[in-house]
């Protein structure tokens, strides 16, 4: 949609529809701004991945964001490349310039997105919650959409340092993530799994809409009306001894 007005904007962004495009990293005004090599790079993973093969369309910096939690990050590349559980594939390329924890906590991002759900039913019945993504994001996934972490920018035996230390930051990650170097991603050599994609501890770790709001006289949670609980209480599912994610103690910067 062009020439939205501020009101427009905003009533665009409410919907939740169709989010609002952030500045780009790999558009012209990115590289007048110095973020050329980044652009170039991304260029390359994608063409390194099959761009020229057998990929129908992708998309740049794309914004993933949930109102209610204050959740929002650009994924660097969206790739079309359906099959029978997933229609697109997520791209993080990684210059070497983030610290180790901050570009773990990136990762974990993706698995705070694909746990939130949200509650739809008619007015005075149970209804249903349903994992935000698949209503308002990849409607014709099944499963939450496989990430592919690229990292460049370093000699290829920092670059394996750097795998191996991301690997063990997201161990336990409930979300499908590969990861590989763009050095070997051009030479065709396979990409490494960090995680695999378990919806059910995806979901245990994140509240229900509802499961924890106000509760009517007959003791029943009102649905719709969920207050996250952010305390000291461990949520479900969550190994012993690992710290949540993006929480106080975590050693990772928000």
């Not at 110095?34 to 740049?60: E, N, S, Y």
């Not at 180790?100 to 990762?107: D, F, I, M, P, W």
């Not at 509760?215 to 009102?222: I, L």
């Amino acid at each position: 949609m062009w020439n939205l007005t501020p009101a427009g904007q905003k009533a665009l962004a409410a919907g939740n529809e169709l989010p609002l495009r952030p500045k780009a990293g790999t558009g012209a005004k990115a590289v007048k701004a110095g973020f050329g090599p980044h652009g170039v790079a991304v260029t390359d993973m994608i063409l390194a991945f099959g761009g020229r093969k057998h990929l129908t369309d992708w998309q740049v910096e794309v914004n993933h964001a949930i109102k209610e939690t204050g959740l929002s990050f650009n994924t660097d590349a969206v790739l079309a490349l359906p099959t029978k559980t997933s229609e697109v594939r997520l791209f993080e390329l990684d210059n070497g310039t983030l610290s180790q924890a901050r570009l773990a906590k990136e990762v974990w991002d993706y698995e705070r997105y694909a746990g939130h759900r949200i509650w739809e039913g008619a007015r005075g019945t149970n209804g249903r919650t349903f994992p935000f993504w698949r209503r308002h994001r990849y409607t014709r996934s099944q499963t939450f959409p496989r990430l592919h972490v690229v990292l460049v920018g370093k000699e290829e035996h920092l670059l394996d340092n750097r795998l191996t230390a991301l690997a063990d930051g997201v161990k336990g990650i409930a979300v499908a993530v590969w990861v590989n170097t763009l050095p070997r991603l051009q030479r065709g050599e396979p990409c490494y799994e960090i995680g695999v994609d378990d919806p059910d501890l995806c979901r245990a770790r994140y509240p229900e809409p509802g499961d924890c709001g106000p509760r009517c006289a007959r003791g029943t949670v009102v649905p719709g009306r969920c207050v996250r609980r952010l305390g000291r209480g461990r949520r479900r599912g969550w190994p012993r001894g690992v710290s949540l994610p993006g929480s106080p103690g975590d050693g990772q910067s928000a």
